[in-house]
């Protein structure tokens, strides 16, 4: 059967993914594409399940007919155990956000860091890399700071406020980009660290809709400074208004989102996505309040 006639059933697993915009993101590309496609979030809140049943839900797809899933928090490290190969970048970052179903294999892959890579390439090209500083170095943060140092970066500062967690993580990358410096540090230490940053990445959760605020005293950025977030909800955070007020060039989350769906769809499908197309569905949703 080729890959245009073939059917695919896709799952997010993970907590709070009911109102996920990757589902209608694939859905729609798929229809572009003349696929029978259906993605379905498969919230573990709702069906009384933990981040440790991950691979329990897996077989259960399998065994259900599932071609894929998307893993989100809190199992892109727990799914790790359950997956017969895991790609060379997804070993490297130590997370899997996809999981292909072939041959009744588990094979995993991490589209963030790819995803990340697309949004700094497309959105921000050319945004200098000297050093750069990171916000947040959990969930997604791990695999954007990889992103950021495989485009380039040269020195890297990563802030979390729970210090065991960004040395953990500087450690382990300065094992991978040697001819890098990273370095780990706590949120007080940032206001001595712009003045040395060529860019900003928020990669913590202050900016979401049920984490209002910024994630750092913008007076003290400038219009030397390029300011991303990997937040999409809202797409136009409150520190990305700031920094554009400054002066500053800006990436929203949106790119990412974006960047991480396109990898995960052509994984699935084989088959190259339009990705400006899949930009314009998801701004559209975010407009509409979906």
Request: hydrophobic fraction near 40%.
């Amino acid at each position: 059967m080729s890959t245009t006639t073939q059917s695919y059933l896709v799952g997010l697993i993970g907590d709070g993914v009911m109102p996920s915009l990757t589902p209608p993101m694939h859905e729609a590309e798929a229809d572009a594409h003349g696929l029978r496609y259906l993605y379905r979030p498969i919230d573990l809140t709702e069906i009384g399940k933990e981040g440790k049943d991950v691979g329990e839900l897996l077989r259960a797809g399998a065994m259900l007919g599932f071609n894929a899933f998307n893993i989100t928090h809190p199992c892109k490290q727990l799914v790790l155990e359950h997956l017969d190969e895991i790609s060379e970048e997804a070993r490297a970052i130590g997370a899997v956000n996809t999981v292909l179903i072939r041959d009744g294999k588990f094979h995993g892959y991490n589209t963030d860091a790819s995803g990340f890579t697309y949004a700094l390439a497309n959105g921000l090209p050319g945004a200098a890399l000297d050093a750069v500083l990171q916000l947040g170095v959990g969930g997604a943060g791990s695999a954007v700071a990889y992103a950021l140092l495989a485009s380039g970066a040269k020195e890297l500062f990563l802030v979390d406020p729970e210090p065991s967690r960004a040395t953990e993580r500087a450690d382990t990358l300065t094992a991978q980009f040697p001819e890098s410096t990273i370095t780990a540090h706590t949120p007080a230490d940032v206001p001595a660290l712009l003045p040395r940053a060529s860019g900003v990445l928020n990669a913590s959760p202050i900016g979401m809709h049920h984490h209002p605020g910024v994630p750092l005293d913008v007076t003290g950025l400038n219009a030397g400074h390029w300011v991303a977030d990997v937040i999409y909800r809202p797409v136009d955070t409150e520190l990305l208004k700031a920094a554009r007020a400054l002066g500053c060039q800006t990436l929203d989350g949106g790119h990412m989102a974006v960047g991480q769906a396109v990898d995960a769809y052509r994984i699935i499908t084989g088959l190259a996505p339009e990705a400006p197309r899949m930009r314009n569905h998801l701004l559209e949703m975010l407009e509409a309040g979906l």
